[in-house]
């Protein structure tokens, strides 16, 4: 029986199917005065963060674990002296939410530093009334450690409010004070690797363990589709996107996977089972201050490049404001990932399994080219996209880059598809 004045918070059901999850970063500490709906911790599961508001208000006696820490759902999570007794569960929080900071980088610098996929717009933490900025305590006992004046941080989540990415992305663009002697230049900082960092490595550890990689790589010559892409833009309408050449790689995707169906399967290789799917959900990784991320383009072949631009700008806003949803993260069948303007000559992209084939987006260059035995300036970019050497042929996956070229060097075919 519970004490009287002691409130027992419990982990909620944060998402169907969902029988853990592990704590990423406490709002609260010990001692501390909280309000009903103030954010007690962030929590994850699979890619999805979720921020917990309190039911009630009262002084936190108790934490039930550590940053990194995986707990059931209806555990105790947070016991809080309140004056009356109650035993309860946290409130289900209004949204599932991922933090992210960072779209996908089309090829085009994107100088962010620091992504993870924003806070869920649960609640803020209380403002001071000496009106410093809004931050969780865990963000100003680290700002303190740093030395950091959080007053010259711009915060990204809700109404400015600082989280652990700004801080890092105030780092890195060498804002934060200098070491001043040389036993501090000389600190070593232990980071644990928690929350979606570890999801990543466990994903992408567990994609090169199971799945034999072969990546291949081809030249496309954008140069045709560049100045269309200009045609474009400098003639849509107020309520058309500008162009970038993402969307019209998703549709020469979408049209090569019509022609050849085992590139967008997922291969159950526990059962020995092959899944191709006539729908195209289509994958697009995105680069955030916390890690990687893949928003998912549902019935993609549905879209035209409009309509393909439009949803990925949505997908990666919701990314970077901490409003995605976990059904927006899941259901992929194929996946384009870009590292833009940073994307160098080659790349080798890990499979996003159980998938069988990634398509990797390098920059463009300019480069002198023999057109009819005359030299002449093209604008090239290089697909480097990894398959599944168990289903799938070196000479299908071939094959398959070479359809992705041949539409998108003759781009008035995108245009013609049923």
Sequence with gaps: MPDVGEYTVKLPDVGEGIAEAEIVEWHVGVGDTIEEDDVIAEVMTDKATVDLPSPVGGVVSWLGGAVGDVISVGAALVKLDTGAEHTVAAAPPPDSGVVADDPLRDPSPDPSPGPSFGLSPVIDAIRPSTGSPTAAPAVRARAAQLGIDL?????????????????????????????????????????????????????????KRRIPHFTYVEEVDVTELEALRAVLNDDRCE????????????????????????????????????????????????????????????????????????????????????????????????????????????????????????????????????????????????????????????????????TIRLLMETPALLFMQA
């Design 151 to 207: 007053n010259s941080v711009s915060g990204s989540g809700p109404d400015g409010r600082v989280g652990h990415g700004d801080l890092d992305a105030f780092i890195t663009e060498g804002l934060a004070p200098r070491p001043t002697s040389i036993s501090e230049a000389d600190a070593v900082e232990s980071v644990k690797i928690t929350g979606l960092r570890r999801n990543i490595a466990q994903r992408m550890q567990a994609s």
């Design 239 to 402: 309520a058309q996107p500008k162009l970038s050449i993402l969307p019209f790689l998703m549709r020469a995707l979408i049209a090569a996977v019509a022609q050849h169906p085992q590139m967008n399967s997922l291969f159950d290789d526990e059962a020995g089972v092959l899944h191709r799917h006539r729908a195209v959900h289509l994958g697009v990784a995105v680069q955030t201050a916390r890690g990687l991320m893949v928003p998912v383009v549902k019935h993609a072949a549905d879209r035209d490049v409009w309509g393909c631009a439009d949803e990925v700008i949505r997908l990666s806003e919701a990314a970077r404001t901490g409003r995605i949803k976990l059904d927006e993260l899941t259901g992929s069948t194929i996946t384009i990932t870009s590292l833009g303007a940073l994307g160098g000559i080659v790349s080798t992209p890990v499979i996003n399994a159980p998938e069988v084939a990634i398509i990797g987006v390098n920059k463009i260059v300019e480069r002198a080219v023999f057109v009819d035995r005359i030299v002449v300036p093209r604008k090239i970019m290089n697909l480097s996209s990894s398959f599944d050497h168990r289903v799938v042929d070196g000479a299908d996956a071939a094959a398959f880059v070479q």
